[in-house]
């Protein structure tokens, strides 16, 4: 469990990022910060592992003071997961998952075949090991982030707008694997971005946030969907709302869900025994 409890962050140039910001992100799920650019979202998450610290307030990590903990060993032991998967250009893709392993102590052969092992976790192929950054697809690449975010077995995995840079195809595969890894390993994710598809998605907590890390609503994106907080919630997912907006239509004798736009989104199941359907 990850505590905020009354945090802010004030840069020395003056500016607020976050102001006063207290939330509980339970376990072993995924907590979704999602809001737009300038809301303090990579701040947030940049001060649950020490690369930002607070100017006021405390985050907690199982009841422990993170400014108690020391940062480069805090860093190892909770994963991180960047935009553009900061991996080392001059580095294989082997190389590059086992680096964290490595710098803990763990053998080299040890690090690499625990490396091998998290491509698989992460679907690539072995086959590409032995290739450098350059030589790999942007999914790839963020795919070889993750692993690396992966490589220490952390209980926390922050991951910064991951599928930001790749195309919308790449991207909803991406969406899925995580899912299935998260599904799997059951890590304490907390994930940010700014698009609320990605948030309801993804997001067994989704936490809104308008600038300076306020809180506009917290929630599950069912409460969220279902009852809007306000009216800034309303319009940061209004936007969505035409396309949200389900309705049935009857082709040739049978019932289908068409989206706002009238795309096909499925078929109506009556569940078995009930007679009549409630739209
Ligand atoms: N090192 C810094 N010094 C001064 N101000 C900063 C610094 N880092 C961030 N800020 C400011 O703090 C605010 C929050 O920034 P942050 O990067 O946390 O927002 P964000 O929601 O992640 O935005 P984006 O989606 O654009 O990445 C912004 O106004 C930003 O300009």
Redesign the pocket.
Known sequence: MITFDGVSKR???G?L?VDNFSITIPSRTTTVFV?S????????LRMINRMVDPTGGAIRIDDEDVSTLEPVALRRRVGYVMQNSGLLPHRTVVDNVATVPLLTGVPKREAREAALQLMDTVGLDRALAERYPSQLSGGQQQRVGVARGLANDPNILLMD?PFGAVDPLVRSELQQELLRIQKELAKTIVF?T?DIDEAFLLGDQVVI?STGGRIAQVGTPEEILAHPADEFVDNFIGAERGRRALSIKNVHGKDVVVDGTGRLAGILRVPSGESSRTV
């Open positions: 840069f020395p140039d500016t990022a809001g650019s300038g809301s303090g979202k990579t701040t947030l707008e940010v700014h946030l």
